[in-house]
């Protein structure tokens, strides 16, 4: 186990610490800008090769690229993927599905297209004791779609893996609670692009016994959980992504920006291409306002969005990690959060993830004669319970639930 940092310190007149770092004593970091760790453990840690590095190079902007979503030449019934299955669990109702006895490393071009798929519909697909490579994840991942690049986050410091984006905290630095709020961890990965990543994995290689979790929360049920008149209502809306705030606090950290950072208007109910189910687009991370209303009421919704993001479990999934276990989500249709509740334990993960189409509105989906659907409801029609729309809320009084 990693020492345990002494936190004694004392403070000078202005209440800032007199010996921030010494003996160990950890440094606090605010984990959206990932400062370098130190590099003590270099020496025994056997994946210091993947620890997070900085690389002071500049790409050019992103152009539009050609993406056509692999879940569309899927078998809806999944047949060669559950076949080769032990066990396929759904956590909740909602988002998360637990699969066991599959191989990433083993997986057909059809399987990979049923895994898509899955993951499309179900938020969240989780795998444990997985020896693929982060070589061989990324090249799973560059059959979804054309592999995404991080601006300003650490990639490993083994050269030739710039599209990996690496999560690592250990001993030498502590979650500042003053850095950063719970909702604000809340997000969709880098949704300012113009085509924000699709099917996305993310490898656990070091990990704490205990803590650490991660939280996907569902956009789908999100939609669903509203009354039809407002489901409208955001289905007219566009909303601003802004990646400004995290370049500058990269630069804050001393890293180059390795992209410029840009602002991008996403709809703030987008349809999922293999699905055809719709899903709320905006993130506290990234989700800066709604265009084309007064303030007021951009910040009313999304203060709302955000909140029933973070703060309705019905709609989320939390999974405990293993070494070895690999997450791979939808990140079109879900947000998520990471826990910082581990310290001083080393945790150290490999994200691959391809960027998806630009966000398809309803109405351009619709366009072309397809309907764009409520997961809740063809779910419920799947299953012989059809509700019409008069009847699905507003019947019973509200009343205290508790014991
Ligand atoms: O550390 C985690 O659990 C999640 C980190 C994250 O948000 C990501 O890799 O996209
Ligand atoms: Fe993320």
């Not at 993406?67 to 993927?81: C, F, H, M, Y």
Request: proline share 8%; no cysteine; aromatic share 10%.
């Amino acid at each position: 186990m990693a020492p345990v940092a002494t936190t004694e310190q004392t403070l000078q007149s202005n209440g800032t610490p007199k010996k921030a770092v010494s003996n160990g004593i950890a440094k606090v970091f605010n984990p959206f800008y990932s400062p370098p760790a130190s590099d003590e453990n270099d020496g025994t840690y056997k994946f210091a090769h993947y620890k997070p590095s900085f690389p002071d190079i500049v790409w050019a902007p992103l152009e539009e690229q050609e993406v056509t979503d692999r879940g569309l030449s899927a078998d809806p019934e999944k047949n060669a993927l559950f076949s080769a299955a032990t066990k396929v669990q759904h956590l909740t109702p909602a988002i998360g599905t637990e699969i066991t006895g599959i191989d990433l490393r083993q997986l057909s071009p059809q399987q990979k297209d049923e895994l898509a798929l899955l993951v499309g519909e179900r938020g969240v697909v989780f795998l444990r004791n997985q020896d693929i490579s982060i070589r061989e994840l990324l090249d799973l991942h560059r059959h979804y779609g054309p592999l995404h690049k991080h601006a300003t986050t650490g990639v490993p410091r083994e050269p030739g893996l710039e599209e990996v984006h690496v999560v690592y905290s250990d001993a030498s630095r502590r979650p500042d609670p003053s850095a950063f709020s719970k909702i604000e961890l809340w997000h969709s990965d880098v949704s300012y692009e113009l085509q924000p990543p699709s099917t996305t994995s993310l490898k656990l290689i070091e990990g704490p016994p205990y803590g650490g979790d991660t939280l996907w929360s569902s956009g789908y049920a999100l939609f669903s959980s509203f009354s039809p008149l407002f489901q409208k209502y955001l289905e007219s809306l566009y909303a601003v992504h802004s990646a400004v705030a995290q370049a500058d606090g990269a630069r804050a950290a001393g890293h180059t920006v390795r992209r410029e950072a840009i602002e991008t208007i996403h709809p703030v109910v987008r349809v999922h291409p293999a699905t055809g189910w719709k899903s709320v687009y905006v993130n506290p991370g990234f989700t800066r306002r709604i265009v084309g209303v007064p303030k007021a009421e951009s910040d009313a919704v999304l203060n709302l969005l955000f909140h029933q993001i973070s703060d309705n479990p019905d709609f989320q999934v939390r999974f405990h990690w293993e070494p070895n276990s690999v997450a791979i989500w939808d990140n079109r249709v879900t947000t998520h959060s990471a826990t910082f509740d581990f310290y001083p334990h080393t945790r150290h993960a490999l994200r691959a993830t391809p960027h998806g189409e630009k966000p398809t509105s309803v109405e351009e989906y619709e366009r072309h004669g397809k309907v764009a659907k409520d997961r809740q409801l063809e779910i419920w029609k799947q299953t012989g319970i059809s509700l019409p729309e008069s009847a699905q809320l507003g019947k019973s009084t509200p009343r205290g639930y508790n014991d």
